[in-house]
């Protein structure tokens, strides 16, 4: 097999388009929990603690000079980034419990009674003198 026909055969995978969907679709959803975070959620919280913004939150190490920038450690920006991951955990957290219990609800749900099936000719035969026997009686 030449290594453009294996190559083919890798890429179009059930498992590979699968999961290059679920990277874009991350992706998307992470912009989307970003802005929530950002936008939403971290302007009433800088608001409570008295108007501090946690980007801006920073450290100064050196000051800057007239051929160098200022040497900071930016751990408000480390702080926005826990805060972030925080909640895009609870956010998959939930969308796998929900998930899961849909595949509860699956299982539990009863499954159509089987039809049994046909007796073979030695059950029928049996059942024949079985029958005959108690007629006897």
Request: aromatic share 6%.
């Given at each position: 097999?030449?290594?453009?026909?294996?190559?083919?055969?890798?890429?179009?995978?059930?498992?590979?388009?699968?999961?290059?969907?679920?990277?874009?679709?991350?992706?998307?959803?992470?912009?989307?929990?970003?802005?929530?975070?950002?936008?939403?959620?971290?302007?009433?919280?800088?608001?409570?603690?008295?108007?501090?913004?946690?980007?801006?939150?920073?450290?100064?190490?050196?000051?800057?000079?007239?051929?160098?920038?200022?040497?900071?450690?930016?751990?408000?920006?480390?702080?926005?980034?826990?805060?972030?991951?925080?909640?895009?955990?609870?956010?998959?957290?939930?969308?796998?419990?929900?998930?899961?219990?849909?595949?509860?609800?699956?299982?539990?749900?009863?499954?159509?009674?089987?039809?049994p099936p046909p007796p073979?000719?030695?059950?029928?035969?049996?059942?024949?003198?079985?029958?005959?026997?108690?007629?006897?009686?």
């Open positions: 097999m030449s290594m453009l026909q294996e190559f083919k055969s890798f890429a179009v995978k059930g498992n590979v388009v699968d999961m290059a969907v679920g990277i874009i679709v991350g992706a998307a959803f992470g912009k989307i929990v970003s802005s929530l975070v950002e936008d939403v959620i971290m302007p009433p919280i800088g608001l409570l603690i008295g108007g501090v913004n946690f980007s801006d939150l920073a450290i100064t190490l050196q000051e800057a000079t007239a051929g160098a920038a200022a040497v900071t450690v930016k751990y408000g920006k480390f702080l926005q980034t826990i805060i972030d991951f925080t909640i895009i955990a609870f956010a998959i957290f939930m969308a796998v419990k929900a998930i899961n219990s849909l595949k509860k609800q699956e299982e539990a749900a009863p499954a159509a009674p089987a039809v073979s000719a030695e059950e029928r035969l049996l059942t024949e003198i079985r029958d005959l026997l108690q007629t006897k009686k």
